[in-house]
Nanobody, 115 residues
Framework: QVQLVESGGGLVQAGGSLRLSCVAS????????MAWYRQAPGNQRELVAV???????KYADSVKGRFTISRDNAKKTAYLEMSSLKPEDTAVYSC?????????WGQGTQVTVSS
């Protein structure tokens, strides 16, 4: 069992920045695919960014150029750098670790962007 703990959410004004972190409780982190998802009230959960164990990175079109996903395998931590935040980025952000066919989820962290 892998536990994921997110941190870094909060309230920020439009145009501001936040950095989310996701720490995994145990390995094998380095061979896992890490991803960030978000879910706004009344909306379905959507994929924001993904960073595969092989180094492939993909972003949702809505965040390209503004968000950056990274990972530190030694620290078993994934990050999501968010800049030029918009009110429509307001959501609960959750990290996901996929190992084989098994998915693990964090509890989520709230990001609120005020206009």
């Amino acid at each position: 069992q892998v536990q994921l703990v997110e941190s870094g959410g909060g309230l920020v004004q439009a145009g501001g920045s936040l950095r989310l972190s996701c720490v995994a409780s145990r390995s094998p982190f380095s061979i896992s695919t890490m991803a960030w998802y978000r879910q706004a009230p009344g909306n379905q959960r959507e994929l924001v960014a993904v960073f595969s164990s092989g180094g492939t990175i993909k972003y949702a079109d809505s965040v390209k150029g503004r968000f950056t996903i990274s990972r530190d395998n030694a620290k078993k931590t994934a990050y999501l750098e968010m800049s030029s935040l918009k009110p429509e980025d307001t959501a609960v952000y959750s990290c996901n670790l996929k190992l084989g066919s098994t998915n693990y989820w964090g509890q989520g962290t709230q990001v609120t962007v005020s206009s």
